[in-house]
């Protein structure tokens, strides 16, 4: 499982067809020249000529709705619920997704406190946030997303460059990364956090496993993965401390982000046009 703090890199209900999304590093300039920094031993497959997204998504809102107007009605719809599981789908959804709701909002409110402001300083910006929860699945014998029980998930550290791979720990179940609101908030004190899923030798291992020990269990990964959101009316924009320290420490980065003061809305849509979610 995988959590995405504040990131807002896709905001649907119901289902997102295969072939649909595209990866937002095969396009984007900012995102291709850290890649052309990283070590050639360090960078992620090159998917620069690769078509869309093969997985499938079923996109469900974890929101409690705003009590006033929105300016992006389109980012707040409510949710679909397919009628052959009427009588249940709404129940597992949200008992399911409110577990990883609760684990985001607490490590957004220690995050708010380590960087030396109010606790619930991202939790009130996020109170009336289309969060999203995001399962997916995909055959293993044609390609792998997401996060499972199988290998092939990597990570970056922002601060080293280096790949890593994640193994979480028996008896632990989270992953949770910062996304591009935090970074914004922040002013690039906290960086968006960079992932990919491949099919590597420990992956095609698992899988021979699975068929011996399990063989009549499809090889389907599933991943179960919750975007949170801040408000879509929510000013965004760095907060000024945190920014200052960001200047600081950045002062030796190559490319200088601007971090233009928006409504999250916005954000959020520029997000889904790079990845053709929004035309």
Request: aromatic share 6%.
């Amino acid at each position: 499982m995988k959590c995405t703090m504040t990131i807002s890199c896709v905001d649907q209900v119901g289902v997102t067809l295969e072939n649909t999304e595209k990866p937002k590093c095969a396009v984007d300039e900012p995102c291709l020249r850290i890649i052309e920094r990283l070590a050639p031993s360090e960078r992620p497959l090159d998917i620069r000529g690769h078509h869309p997204d093969p997985k499938c998504r079923f996109f469900w809102k974890m929101q409690t709705p705003p009590p006033y107007p929105t300016a992006f009605p389109s980012l707040n719809m409510p949710n679909v619920i397919p009628a052959r599981f009427a009588d249940t789908w709404q129940s597992t959804l949200e008992a399911w997704g409110l577990k990883m709701k609760e684990a985001v909002e607490a490590v957004a409110r220690m995050t708010a406190t380590g960087l030396g402001l109010e606790r619930e300083a991202f939790t009130d910006a996020g109170k009336y946030g289309p969060h999203l929860l995001a399962p997916t699945a995909s055959d293993l014998i044609k390609t792998i997303h997401g996060r499972s029980r199988y290998p092939g998930l990597h990570v970056w550290a922002r601060n080293t460059g280096r790949r890593i791979p994640v193994k979480v720990p028996a008896g632990r179940y989270l992953l949770v990364q910062a996304g591009k609101q935090l970074e914004h908030l922040t002013g690039g004190l906290v960086k968006a956090g960079y992932h990919e899923v491949v099919v590597n030798d420990g992956t095609l291992g698992a899988m021979e496993r699975m068929k011996t020990q399990n063989p009549t269990r499809p090889l389907i990964r599933i991943s179960s993965t919750f975007f949170w959101h801040l408000s879509s009316d929510f000013d965004l924009k760095p907060i000024p401390q945190l920014a200052e320290a960001a200047t600081l420490r950045n002062a030796l980065e190559e490319d200088k982000v601007n971090y233009e003061p928006m409504k999250v809305g916005t954000q959020v849509e520029n997000e889904l046009k790079h990845i053709a979610l929004m035309a």
